[in-house]
């Protein structure tokens, strides 16, 4: 059974950066697409941000656009995630995901507050 694991957050003053990290226990991932996607205490699920299984592709979140960079090394099973200028708004639990598999991680708290 393959997991993913994210780590990274944490709490960030507003206009700072993070990067969050998720690895998958097995290599099944590295032939899909991944995601990350984010969820805000009273909110929906949002997407974040999502890249083909080759990481040549990318797609942001309308929130994130422009601060937001995700990639992924799939020798290490890896995909990241780089959020700059980060926002209160930011404030959420983060996921990493891979839908062709129905994967989540179990989150990651990220906090943004002076």
């Known amino acids: 059974q393959v997991e993913l694991a994210e780590s990274g957050g944490g709490l960030v003053e507003p206009g700072g950066s993070l990067r969050l990290t998720c690895v998958a226990s097995?290599?099944?991932?590295?032939?899909?697409?991944m995601a990350w996607y984010r969820q805000a205490t009273g909110k929906e699920h949002e997407l974040v941000a999502s890249?083909?299984?080759?990481?040549?592709?990318?797609l942001y979140g309308e929130s994130v656009k422009g601060r937001a960079t995700i990639s992924r090394d799939n020798d290490k099973n890896m995909i990241l995630l780089v959020l700059d200028n980060l926002q209160i708004e930011d404030t959420a639990v983060y996921y990493c995901?891979?839908?062709?598999?129905?994967?989540w991680g179990h989150g990651i708290q990220v906090t943004v507050s002076s």
């Open positions: 995901n891979c839908a062709w598999l129905n994967l």
């Open positions: 097995g290599n099944a991932v590295r032939d899909h697409p």
């Open positions: 890249i083909s299984s080759g990481g040549k592709a990318a």
